[in-house]
């Protein structure tokens, strides 16, 4: 007998949202390329839910081989890039047969790229450090990397080079000045595509950008992860209010509906004590499923409809609730952790203390993905 607990995956939302963030860039970059992003196994979503969803977007964009693989399975003909590039020299063989994109953002890469055999060339992002001290090429030693990458397009190892970075503070009011400053001056006047924005800085600095690539004359492919997904890559502005719908519904529903009375305690350590004489359902969803642990007294779920707060600690395999309000509430009751009918992810991550590009991505393999 399966757990009652599943995701919905609504593929129509995920449309509607790549949709959405493409017409926003576009009135700004009206010749805009866009990867899709689906790492994390498509942010918890399952990479074969998700492909045929995206059919609108240019490519796909991942870090991991066997998730590029099941999405040629999935029948994905279009480009796919590999967001951090290769990890040994299998992996470079492997791309060229798969027909992948890779970013190189360090020498070995470059090395390991220049052992393949010439014929079947690959495309390659060639990806520049511009603040966030993560991944990439120094300013500094960006154009001696290209001059080697270029070597091998004369090789026949490469194809094409396009040049990308990635932003720190796209959602904040740091925002891309600083390093769009880097990456004109490092950059410059070589030629290729450029490739610069998260969902952030595709929602927040399309104008921006799309100027910026307009005057270089350069084609601008963007890379938007989480608001495909449905949930707000700012802090200070809804997914709603960006035009976004949520695609994860995290459901489940009650086990058991139990009378505590005033100053009983609920859950692992007593952490709540109940206030006065309650009913209390028990979820059959916790942390072993993806739902946050750290999720607060007070942290909305919906029961039978209506919205209840969670009480006590999270469990491993459940969750108490306060139900003493729903009159509906009997061992089989529907129960929404996120999604349609529930609250926001983005809600829940906040009173967690944490976001929902980690719930979505941390929902585990035990949880069956519907696809509606
Ligand atoms: C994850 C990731 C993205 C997408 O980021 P979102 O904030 O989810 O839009 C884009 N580019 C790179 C390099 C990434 O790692």
């Given amino acids: ?28 970059n009206q010749q805009a390329k866009f990867w899709a992003v689906i790492k994390a196994n498509a942010y918890g979503h399952g990479v074969s839910a998700v492909v045929s969803s995206f059919a609108a977007a240019d490519g796909l964009a991942m870090l991991d ?5 099941k999405s040629r399975e999935a029948g994905w003909k279009k480009p ?10 299998s992996d470079v063989r492997q791309a060229q047969q798969l027909g992948l994109t890779l970013v190189l953002h360090q020498p070995e890469q470059i090395r390991m790229l ?7 060339p690959i495309d390659v992002y060639l990806k520049l450090e511009t603040g966030m001290n993560r991944l990439g090429f120094p300013p500094h030693v960006y154009r001696e990397a290209y001059l080697q990458v270029l070597d091998l397009q004369n090789k026949a190892v490469v194809r094409t080079i396009s040049h990308m970075t990635h932003f720190a503070c796209a959602d904040s009011d740091e925002g891309v000045r600083e390093p769009m400053q880097r990456f004109q001056e490092a950059i410059g006047d070589l030629p290729g595509d450029w490739c610069l924005a998260n969902s952030a800085a595709c929602l927040r600095h399309s104008t921006e950008l799309g100027r910026l690539a307009s005057n270089h004359h350069r084609d601008l492919w963007w890379r938007p992860g989480i608001c495909l997904y449905g949930a707000s890559p700012f802090d200070d502005e809804s997914a ?5 719908a949520p695609v994860m519904t995290l459901r489940s529903e009650l086990i058991s ?13 007593h952490i709540f004590k109940a206030p ?12 072993a499923d993806g739902y946050p642990r750290h999720a607060v007294t007070g942290t909305t779920v919906y029961v039978a409809g209506k919205p209840v707060s969670l009480v006590g600690r999270v469990s491993m395999d459940m969750v108490m609730v306060d139900v003493t309000e729903v009159p509906h509430a009997h ?18 991550a906040s009173s967690a203390g944490t976001i929902s590009y980690e719930l979505l991505s941390g929902v585990t393999s035990r949880v069956p993905r519907k696809l509606k």
Wanted: aromatic share 4%; with cysteine.
């Fill in 80 to 89: 796919i890039l590999m967001l951090e590039g290769p990890f040994s020299e």
């Fill in 1 to 28: 007998m399966p757990r009652p607990i599943c995701a919905e995956i609504d593929s129509k939302a995920l449309s509607a949202n790549l949709a959405r963030v493409m017409a926003v860039v576009r009135s700004h």
């Fill in 257 to 269: 509906v139990k009378s505590v009375k005033a100053g009983e305690g609920v859950g692992y350590g």
């Fill in 276 to 287: 006065h004489d309650m009913t209390i359902g028990v979820v059959a969803c916790g942390y």
């Fill in 240 to 244: 709603q209010s960006l035009g976004l």
């Fill in 65 to 69: 081989l066997e998730e590029a693989r």
């Fill in 114 to 120: 220049g052992q393949l055999q010439p014929g079947n």
């Fill in 331 to 348: 061992p089989g009751a529907d129960v929404v952790l996120w999604g349609k009918g529930g609250p926001l992810v983005d809600e829940v």
